[in-house]
T-cell receptor
Framework: SQQGEEDPQALSIQEGENATMNCSYKTSINNLQWYRQNSGRGLVHLILIRSNEREKHSGRLRVTLDTSKKSSSLLITASRAADTASYFCATVPMGDDKIIFGKGTRLHILP | DTGVSQNPRHKITKRGQNVTFRCDPI?????LYWYRQTLGQGPEFLTYFQNEAQLEKSRLLSDRFSAERPKGSFSTLEIQRTEQGDSAMYLC????????????FGPGTRLTVT
């Protein structure tokens, strides 16, 4: 089963604009991560936020986590064509040893 | 390249045939994971190994699926009597035991069952 639900399922924006994706999850977690997957390829880890953190930055990425609402958001600023990909949130439930992925948001950056 | 590698990258097979995929993890990683990903979905956990021991299997892993990691290094995933519903991307990942959330993924093997 899949833990997370990303919203929206698909997003198209103009190059240079900011892209925001949201994720909701079901159980208590140790941490939450975001991954990127280019079409038909493997996953690349983008950023991890721990359950006791509320916000984290990495380059053009900003992640927030609200454990009371069991939700997270990923903001990509100043989008580029190379950001076109699927983005997945992934959680490690408390007491578990595996990552549970959401269904993903397909992001398309228009030139 | 010291990343996770998977072979083959693509496999087309006829229904009823057996297929085997291989994953070579990052050499110092003692945990190895297999996931399945269908179109438009996120990866779904199948099974994982710590060294050569298979510690957990998902209910998605039917009796037709078997995974091994005989020497605690590379792993194989075999699907017997393939069905069209087995068509998917099979992803392998590896990690250190104490850092299970830092999994490094291979490029995947895309299986098409005709």
């Amino acid at each position: 089963s899949q833990q997370g639900e990303e919203d929206p399922q698909a997003l198209s924006i103009q190059e240079g604009e900011n892209a925001t994706m949201n994720c909701s999850y079901k159980t208590s977690i140790n941490n939450l991560q975001w991954y990127r997957q280019n079409s038909g390829r493997g996953l690349v880890h983008l950023i991890l936020i721990r359950s006791n953190e509320r916000e984290k930055h990495s380059g053009r990425l900003r992640v927030t986590l609200d454990t009371s609402k069991k939700s997270s958001s990923l903001l990509i600023t100043a989008s580029r064509a190379a950001d076109t990909a699927s983005y997945f949130c992934a959680t490690v439930p408390m007491g578990d040893d595996k990552i549970i992925f959401g269904k993903g948001t397909r992001l398309h950056i228009l030139p | 390249d010291t990343g996770v590698s998977q072979n083959p990258r693509h496999k087309i097979t006829k229904r009823g045939q057996n297929v085997t995929f291989r994953c070579d993890p990052i050499s110092e990683h003692n945990r190895l994971y297999w996931y399945r990903q269908t179109l438009g979905q996120g990866p779904e956990f199948l099974t994982y190994f710590q060294n050569e021991a298979q510690l957990e299997k998902s209910r998605l892993l039917s009796d037709r699926f078997s995974a091994e990691r005989p020497k605690g290094s590379f792993s194989t995933l075999e699907i017997q009597r393939t069905e069209q519903g087995d068509s998917a991307m099979y992803l392998c990942a590896s990690s250190l035991q104490g850092v299970v959330y830092e999994q490094y993924f291979g490029p995947g093997t895309r299986l098409t069952v005709t």
